[in-house]
T-cell receptor, first 115, second 114 residues
Framework: KAGVTQTPRYLIKTRGQQVTLSCSPI?????VSWYQQTPGQGLQFLFE???????NKGNFPGRFSGRQFSNSRSEMNVSTLELGDSALYLC??????????????FGEGSRLTVL | GQQLNQSPQSMFIQEGEDVSMNCTSS?????WLWYKQEPGEGPVLLIA?????ELTSNGRLTAQFGITRKDSFLNISASIPSDVGIYFC??????????????FGTGTLLAVQP
């Protein structure tokens, strides 16, 4: 069974640009979450999608957005990039077939560097 | 952003030693989880705990869900070099609508010397 796949793995952008990251969840998983990981703030929740709907959102500015498609694949977008957006962006999927337990399966992440 | 208090921050041990780490929160959780992250990888789920007082093992790993629901502990017995990595605790809380949102701990860096 393939795991969570994230693309691209590495990317470099300059301030003011925008970026789109992609995530393909484990087959059959319906919930996709995104986290930002930095040395200073650790792992911080960005947002969660289920059945193409955002059902939870973290405390990030509106420059951070996401969406989920009908095949459960998800994308996140960061517009007007700032130096502080440099981070490892992690996507995680969950089965969510019944009661949610928080068992997440993470991809390898997309490492974004903003210059 | 919110993070759980995890200690110790780092551990440097000899192969064969036992390891203990813990995680505390000011509020209760319905589920406690422990993840391990190795360089260049995403976190990997090690153990999930669902009930206060629960003690669960996964090989050489044993974790406990604190009776107050505000803390959790992870023990690694007879450490080996491949145990090297960063260990994160995470709490899950069901509040109102369904969610898989996790609050993560600050992490414990484990280094094992052969």
């Amino acid at each position: 069974k393939a795991g969570v796949t994230q693309t691209p793995r590495y990317l470099i952008k300059t301030r003011g640009q925008q970026v789109t990251l992609s995530c393909s969840p484990i087959s059959g998983h319906r919930s996709v979450s995104w986290y930002q990981q930095t040395p200073g703030q650790g792992l911080q929740f960005l947002f969660e999608y289920f059945s193409e709907t955002q059902r939870n959102k973290g405390n990030f500015p509106g420059r951070f957005s996401g969406r989920q498609f009908s095949n459960s694949r998800s994308e996140m977008n960061v517009s007007t990039l700032e130096l502080g957006d440099s981070a490892l962006y992690l996507c995680a999927s969950s089965l969510s077939a019944g009661a949610d337990t928080g068992e997440l399966f993470f991809g390898e992440g997309s490492r974004l560097t903003v210059l | 952003g919110q993070q759980l208090n995890q200690s110790p921050q780092s551990m440097f041990i000899q192969e064969g030693e036992d390891v203990s780490m813990n995680c505390t929160s000011s509020s209760i959780f319905n589920t406690w989880l422990w993840y391990k992250q190795e360089p260049g990888e995403g976190p990997v789920l090690l153990i999930a705990l669902y009930k206060a007082g629960e003690l669960t093992s996964n090989g050489r790993l044993t974790a406990q869900f604190g009776i107050t629901r505000k803390d959790s502990f992870l023990n690694i017995s007879a450490s080996i070099p491949s145990d090297v990595g960063i260990y994160f605790c995470a709490g899950h809380r069901l509040r109102g609508g369904a969610t898989n949102k996790l609050i993560f701990g600050t992490g414990t860096l484990l280094a094992v010397q052969p």
